[in-house]
């Protein structure tokens, strides 16, 4: 992937009725390049639970009693992986887009 000017990553499979596969390797694979360049990841969620490596060993009971986060589960490796960026670059990116957009909107004017 490329990263460039990324800062966060937000990763997690789908969950509900029509909910599609997510495979472990895949999250890894986003997990290993975003620790390579430097980029905050944050694990969302499995989706359903079937997506969870857990269930592979002993079907949803063994996701319920070993990942009681959310149905699918939310732990990565026994973790729960909640990285972001620093509250000052979250403030400079928000203050720089509503800069963009009052700009934007007086041109309307």
């Given at each position: 992937m490329n990263l460039e000017n990324v800062d966060w990553v937000i990763v997690?499979?789908?969950?509900?009725?029509n909910w599609r596969p997510m495979k472990y390797e895949w999250v890894k694979d986003i997990e290993w390049q975003c620790d390579a360049a430097g980029v905050n990841f944050y694990f969302k969620q499995w989706g359903h639970w079937r997506n969870n490596p857990l269930s592979k060993a002993g079907g949803w009971q063994n996701v319920e009693n070993n990942d009681i986060t959310e149905n699918g589960g939310r732990k990565l490796d026994g973790e729960i992986v909640h990285e972001h960026p620093s509250l000052e670059k979250i403030k400079k990116v928000w203050t720089a887009e509503a800069d963009h957009f009052n700009k934007w909107f007086k041109k309307q004017d």
């Open positions: 997690g499979g789908e969950s509900g009725e």
